[in-house]
Nanobody
Framework: QVQLVESGGGLVEAGASLRLSCAAS????????MGWFRKAPGKEREFVGA????????YYADSATGRFTISRDNAKNTVTLQMNVLKPEDTAVYYC?????????????????WGQGTQVIVSS
């Protein structure tokens, strides 16, 4: 299974932007659709968005649509989550994950590999 490492989290004020990066190991990275999830304290892990294997198609949760953008560079084994106009409710640990090839993009059970997460804190 592909190994994933997130980076780029931090503490920012509401309205700011952050770019999260997910570095993948393995030559098969380009075969995986990739997802981003987040988990806030006391809440279930929730879907943020996903990108297909080619990078031509993206999918977003309602909370992310219009503010977040997912992209990938298969040559560099990297997937990125650009987050703009951050809100306090975006505070969470953000995870990237590799899709297993079947199942809905917005379900955790569809993914076979997960990164360790990176913390995002958005202050009011």
């Amino acid at each position: 299974q592909v190994q994933l490492v997130e980076s780029g989290g931090g503490l920012v004020e509401a309205g700011a932007s952050l770019r999260l990066s997910c570095a993948a190991s393995g030559r098969s990275f380009g075969s995986y659709a990739m997802g981003w999830f987040r988990k806030a304290p006391g809440k279930e892990r929730e879907f943020v968005g996903a990108i297909d294997w080619s990078g031509r198609h993206t999918y977003y949760a309602d909370s992310a649509t219009g503010r977040f953008t997912i992209s990938r560079d298969n040559a560099k084994n990297t997937v990125t989550l650009q987050m703009n106009v951050l809100k306090p409710e975006d505070t969470a640990v953000y995870y990237c994950a590799a899709h297993g090839g079947a199942g809905d993009y917005d379900l955790e059970t569809s993914y076979v590999s997960w990164g360790q997460g990176t913390q995002v804190i958005v202050s009011s």
